[in-house]
């Protein structure tokens, strides 16, 4: 079975600033797929970036981009230039196959300080 | 594009009612239909997984009986909680994804509550 741990319960970061949110799995498996989302107070789950395990270049979306580590199975994203509504939980996701279901680690709460 | 609805938000109803949840994808096909269970910051469960014209695959530990999935068309699940106990109550959320895609999208959640 596949798990994903993110180990920073809470973190904070002032405004403008940059913050790094940490995520490990485990799988036996080649290809798979790796999202991050954000689930602000309204605790819709919206969708930041996501990448194919099979690509080597790091997904950008904006001021966010990840640090895709195959072999060591981590996947970390970084927000660059923090704004206030970058407050939320974040959430590491994976899934083995675009047939398949999605598991989430535990979340992140990120909070940016003005 | 991609937008997933929830319908209702939010639902209070007494201990040992049925409640219905729809999920419906607004401006997509969901061959495939999710539904989580979040507890207060806590991550999400998930529940079942629903394809369209199929009976629903649920996780280990999550009774069927108890929660009926009906996913009967490619644009509308439901998820129906029966004889709801306050151990019930939470935030339930729905996912959708196309069979072109493999990125799923998720409804806005309904905040149950059983008393």
């Known amino acids: 079975a596949q798990t994903v741990t993110q180990s920073q319960p809470e973190m904070s970061v002032q405004e403008a600033e940059t913050v790094t949110l940490s995520c490990t799995y485990d799988t036996s498996e080649s290809n798979y797929y790796l999202f991050w989302y954000k689930q602000p107070p309204s605790r819709q789950m919206i969708l930041v970036i996501r990448?194919?395990?099979?690509?080597?270049q790091n997904a950008t979306e904006n001021r966010f981009s990840v640090n895709f580590q195959k072999a060591a199975k981590s996947f970390s994203l970084k927000i660059s230039d923090s704004q206030l509504g970058d407050t939320a939980m974040y959430f590491c996701?994976?899934?083995?196959?675009?047939?398949?279901?999605?598991?989430f680690g535990a979340g992140t709460r990120l909070t940016v300080k003005p | 594009g991609a937008v997933v609805s929830q319908h209702p938000s939010r639902v209070i109803c007494k201990s040992g009612t049925s409640v219905k949840i729809e999920c419906r994808s607004l401006?997509?096909?969901?061959?495939?239909m999710f539904w989580y269970r979040q507890f207060p910051k806590k991550s999400l469960m998930l529940m079942a997984t629903?394809?369209?014209?199929?009976?629903?695959?649920?996780e280990q530990g999550v009774e069927k009986d108890k929660f009926l999935i009906n996913h009967a068309s490619l644009t509308l699940s439901t998820l129906t909680v029966t004889s709801a106990h306050p151990e019930d109550s939470s935030f339930y959320i729905c996912?959708?994804?196309?069979?072109?895609?493999?990125?799923?999208?998720f409804g806005p959640g309904t905040r149950l509550t059983v008393l």
């Open positions: 629903s394809n369209e014209g199929s009976k629903a695959t649920y």
């Open positions: 996701a994976f899934m083995k196959n675009r047939n398949n279901d999605m598991r």
């Open positions: 401006d997509f096909q969901a061959t495939t």
């Open positions: 996912s959708a994804r196309a069979w072109t895609t493999d990125t799923q999208y």
């Open positions: 990448q194919e395990a099979y690509k080597q």
